[in-house]
């Protein structure tokens, strides 16, 4: 039988896991890099980008689109990665907690999904 007292005694609990998480996942970095290591970008699993490093070598005033390619490529699978990151730690922290239903999204409950 369906008890909502249980049920909110269950999502208060998830909420607390899921704050917990969120800390953590500013602690998890993912790194990527582009153009054989000529840009490298470290991010954390809450998709913050936390640092951009580039080789002077691709640094030409006279081409800036090589440059904004390798840092937008490099960038993009650096959110990729923390995304994917960030999806397991939230998925560890919520196994059992809530049936599995299709379609729903995690990210809404307060970690960017």
Known sequence: MFNIS???GKFQEMQGRLKDVREQM????VESEAG???VRVIANANRQILKIEIDPDIIDKDDPEIMA???TAAVNKALTLAEERGRQELEGA???MLPNIPGLDLGK???GG
Do not use: P, S
């Open 36 to 38: 054989g290591g000529m």
């Open 109 to 111: 409950f307060g970690l």
């Open 26 to 29: 500013d602690q998890i970095t």
């Open 94 to 96: 919520t196994k059992g």
């Open 69 to 71: 390619d390798l840092i």
């Open 6 to 8: 249980d049920m909110m």
